[in-house]
């Protein structure tokens, strides 16, 4: 009777959440930079889990894959080119702390200002029985988007703007240029260190 | 008599002493196995045993599958760290570097039966295989065959197995990242290890070997299968899926006893070999493999398959609509795979039809729009 009484989705949704914000918070507050990463792993964990109950599976995927398993490939970086001594702590400043905070804050004023002026997420869905649940799982759209189909742009009536509607593949291929160039200068920058480093000593 | 032996072997793991080394982080330390564990054994949630037989059918279970299982490599090296001993930091980092490189030729090894499928969902790909064995996608043509060592390759190394096995390496680093473990926390780190052996199996078996359907389709012979948007419960047709559960499980253990069989047979590589096989062999030969199926998908080749009399899994049904089993087009008959689970990542958009039916579409009209939406091309 309990069990069919409790608004599962609801409890869950708190759950992942609660776990979500404690480890960010204890993230913020641990010195171990790599109980760091575990707190951060595990915050961004639980909020692949808000996707998943969300029903963006692709998206909780895409959340697991790349900002987990890019978390798990930093600690790796942090500890095997950072740590000289066993279990590193680090002291962070207090200006440090002034200015996290004032970037932090700003952003998360901001954010919370765009949440609150979205009226569909304030006011409760009316019609919540036609909600197209099954259509929104589907990853068919962002693919097909991908390579110049807008599935999701079909009722636009103009023929000649909707032939003319183009993909997010140009837009993709940039970022991610963008991500290389980051990349290659990661590697760059490392490997020179090493290098001043053995014609110093 | 050899079964009998796990019982006093739990046991014994179950009442050994737990042992936290002093120089360890300690809450990182006991943490590390349930991390391993839990990335393991989570990834069966998408996992398919039969047609319908999964615990969530995800739309992306191949991706959602290799998301979480590269989580398990995590446990790995937070053991590593956390023991405070050498042995298990370098371990750790071993399979660290092992691991990370591992997942790039193996996700593109995985990417393969995907692009043939056009679907990221595991029963629908399963399904797809229907029929006889000629339409598994190891048969889908030469180079779908060698995709399959490579991902059988890529999989052992993955998941932490000789000749892979440099984070153990008991001749070089005592047990590697485990080395501080004892009890059951040790076993947790070993039945995550044999969970993700079966689980990359059960994928292969999925993926390139058929899933749930038997090199002969004698349950679709015989008529006992369910049929497509079939709702309710029928003995022959629960007795059917069963067997395919049975088929299922079977092609996963041959992929575990090879992994063993392996391990027993082939010495361990040195930690430059394993990055060189990775990223020299592996890698250019997924790539070039994958680059030649399109090819072979879009000159639509035929291969084995299309020698046999009647073909299989060429249109896949929406869920819940009936339509004949076998259907003719242009003087060939193909059998029709009905996804129990959704297919509608399979669909190709037809665009102009969709868009006659624009202008006088209202909401009512939803579904009709969608159900025109057909699948195109594959196989046909």
Same mark, same amino acid.
């Given at each position: 009777m309990l069990f069919a009484a409790l608004d599962w989705h609801q409890l869950f949704f708190a759950l992942f959440a609660l776990i979500t914000c404690v480890f960010a918070l204890a993230v913020l507050f641990t010195s171990n930079v790599v109980r760091m990463a575990f707190y951060l792993v595990i915050s961004l964990g639980a909020t692949s889990g808000l996707f998943f109950l969300a029903g963006a599976e692709f998206v909780g995927a895409m959340q697991l894959m790349i900002y987990v398993g890019g978390t798990l490939v930093l600690l790796i970086f942090g500890v095997m080119l950072t740590a000289q001594s066993r279990f590193v702590s680090m002291k962070t400043s207090a200006g440090d702390w002034v200015v996290a905070a004032g970037v932090g804050g700003c952003l998360l004023a901001l954010l919370a200002l765009v949440a609150f002026r979205v009226p569909a997420w304030s006011e409760p869905n009316a019609d919540v029985a036609n909600v197209a649940l099954a259509e929104s799982k589907t990853s068919t759209q962002i693919g097909l988007a991908l390579s110049g189909i807008r599935v999701d742009k079909l009722d636009q009536p103009n023929e000649v703007l909707r032939s003319g509607m183009s993909g997010y593949l140009l837009p993709f291929v940039i970022v991610s240029v963008h991500l290389l160039v980051v990349l290659i200068g990661a590697a760059y920058m490392a490997r020179t260190k090493i290098r001043a480093d053995r014609i110093d000593g | 008599m050899g079964g009998c032996k796990r019982w006093p072997t739990a046991s014994k793991l179950i009442a050994k002493e737990d042992i936290t080394p002093g120089e360890a982080d300690r809450f990182l330390f006991k943490i590390a196995p349930y991390v391993s564990f839990t990335a393991s054994y989570a990834a069966y949630l998408a996992l398919p045993f039969a047609d319908g037989w999964v615990a969530n059918q995800v739309n992306t279970a191949v991706f959602f599958v290799l998301a979480v299982l590269g989580l398990e490599v995590f446990g790995v090296i937070l053991a590593g760290y956390g023991s405070g001993s050498k042995w298990s930091l370098f371990g750790a980092m071993r399979e660290a570097a092992q691991v990370v490189s591992y997942e790039v030729p193996l996700g593109m090894c995985v990417v393969v039966p995907v692009l043939i499928c056009g679907t990221m969902n595991l029963v629908t790909i399963g399904n797809m295989q229907a029929g006889w064995f000629t339409n598994w996608l190891v048969f889908h043509d030469p180079f779908t065959f060698v995709v399959f060592w490579v991902y059988f390759t890529c999989a052992v190394a993955s998941v932490n197995r000789a000749p892979f096995d440099l984070a153990e390496a008991e001749s070089e680093l005592v047990a590697g990242f485990h080395t501080e473990y004892s009890g059951l926390r040790w076993s947790f780190f070993f039945m995550a290890e044999y969970g993700s052996m079966f689980l990359v199996s059960g994928l292969a078996s999925i993926l &390139? &070997? $058929? $899933?749930?359907? $038997?090199?002969?389709p004698v349950f679709d012979i015989l008529g006992w299968s369910y049929l497509q948007g079939e709702e309710g419960f029928r003995v022959l047709g629960f007795l059917a899926t069963a067997a395919g559960c049975v088929n299922f499980m079977l092609k996963a253990v041959v992929g575990v006893t090879v992994m063993i069989w392996v391990r027993w047979t082939l010495p361990r590589l040195r930690i430059d070999q394993v990055i060189t096989t990775c990223l020299k062999y592996c890698v250019p030969l997924a790539a070039v493999c994958f680059v030649f199926v399109v090819l072979w998908q879009v000159a639509e080749i035929p291969f084995l398959n299309d020698a046999m009399p009647v073909r299989a899994a060429v249109e896949v049904v929406e869920d819940g609509e009936t339509g004949p089993d076998i259907v003719t087009r242009g003087g060939k008959s193909y059998r029709v795979a009905y996804g129990k689970g959704a297919v509608r990542e399979a669909w190709v958009l037809q665009a102009e039809r969709a868009a006659e039916s624009v202008d006088e579409t209202t909401p009512a009209d939803e579904d009709a729009v969608a159900s025109q939406v057909k699948r195109a091309g594959g196989a046909g």
């Open positions: - | &390139f &070997f $058929g $899933g749930w359907h $038997g090199p002969i």
